[in-house]
């Protein structure tokens, strides 16, 4: 069963900022949201993770909704290096010892 | 962050022959480490997953007797597609997890490796 729903691509100018939204309405109270991306021909990338606080690193923001049903990966000023798949995944952590699953993500492009 | 090396990055081979991808982590031990496939314009399969020192776990519908997966140390796990046939071609991802359960970011991923069978 798919856990989360992303838009299976979007666009983003160069230098605005890239807001990719996901849908876990089923989410548990133990699920964290975990953002990782693939850039084309490598293998994916963490970006960040969080629980229920909205959670900010030196690449993105996550902005996680008071219902947790849903979140918003943040780029602040995208560049076209950003251009990649992006796959929001729940996962609980007694789940750390099995593999990721990977739904069909967003693509998204940047350009210039 | 943990780094996870595999070689080759590609291979091209004939059908019928064997092929070995190594998956490496470089700066840690990994008790478990997954494999995984990419078709073109397709998401991230999961085929297996591999525990060092025992036999890998597969996934419905990968072929254990094709691709064989041994975990042999705490660095290393290989990947052999035995009888390599066309429909093989794929992208094969390996990941690396770090051996504390529960950390965030535990799974780190190899960069690699594009197999074409002709």
């Known amino acids: 069963d798919a856990k989360t729903t992303q838009p299976p691509s979007m666009d983003c100018a160069e230098g605005r900022a890239a807001n990719l939204p996901c849908n876990h309405s089923?989410?548990?109270?133990?699920?964290?949201v975990y953002w990782y991306r693939q850039i084309h021909s490598q293998g994916p990338q963490y970006i960040i993770h969080?629980?229920?606080n909205n959670e900010t690193n030196e690449m993105a923001s996550l902005i996680i909704t008071e219902d947790r049903k849903s979140s918003t990966l943040i780029l602040p000023h995208a560049t076209l290096r950003d251009t990649a798949v992006y796959y929001c995944i729940v996962r609980a952590n007694d789940q750390a010892g099995t593999a990721l699953i990977f739904g069909k993500g967003t693509t998204l492009s940047v350009s210039s | 962050g943990a780094v996870v090396s595999q070689h080759p990055s590609w291979v091209i081979c004939k059908s019928g022959t064997s092929v070995k991808i190594e998956c490496r982590s470089l700066d840690f031990q990994a008790t478990t480490m997954f494999w995984y496939r990419q078709f073109p314009k397709q998401s991230l399969m999961l085929m297996a997953t591999s525990n060092e020192g025992s036999k890998a776990t597969y996934e419905q519908g990968v072929e254990k007797d094709k691709f064989l997966i041994n975990h042999a140390s705490l660095t290393l796990s290989t990947l052999t597609v035995t009888s390599a046939h066309p429909e093989d071609s794929s992208f094969y991802i390996c990941s690396a997890r770090l051996p504390t359960s529960g950390q965030y970011n535990e799974q780190f991923f190899g960069p690699g490796t594009r197999l074409t069978v002709l």
């Open positions: 969080g629980l229920k």
């Open positions: 089923t989410i548990s109270g133990n699920e964290y």
